[in-house]
């Protein structure tokens, strides 16, 4: 059974900074791309970031580029977001993604929208209070 878990998740102050870890068990990820996705109350969920199969390959939603940082380390299974100058509106549940069925293949304009990934993590919540 493939599972996504992620962690990291909590109540941080405006400035303040959070990482966040995504856990895959069942199944390895290390030549498929995986992202970020997040969900505030009554909005749809948005894209954060994603990395391609490497980790070279990175695209971040313009909301949070250069504040967050997506990595990964494939001999963990694990994928990474640390999330620095965090503000009030980066408050969502946040959720982890990863596509399992294209082999080492990456476009940051591709892996951007929910539609390529077929894993999804339950989330975990991160509230940033002014």
């Known amino acids: 059974q493939v599972q996504l878990v992620e962690s990291g998740g909590g109540l941080v102050q405006a400035g303040g900074s959070l990482r966040l870890s995504c856990a895959a068990s069942g199944r390895t990820f290390s030549n498929y791309a995986m992202g970020w996705f997040r969900q505030a109350p009554g909005k749809e969920r948005e894209f954060v970031a994603s990395?391609?199969?490497?980790?070279?390959?990175?695209y971040y939603a313009d909301s949070v580029k250069g504040r967050f940082t997506i990595s990964r380390d494939n001999a963990k299974n694990t994928l990474y977001l640390q999330m620095n100058s965090l503000k009030p509106e980066d408050t969502a549940v946040y959720y982890c993604a990863a596509d399992s069925t294209r082999f080492r293949s990456y476009s940051g304009t591709y892996y951007n929208t929910p539609t390529p990934y077929d894993n999804w993590g339950q989330g975990t919540q991160v509230t940033v209070s002014s």
């Open positions: 990395t391609s199969w490497s980790g070279r390959g990175t």
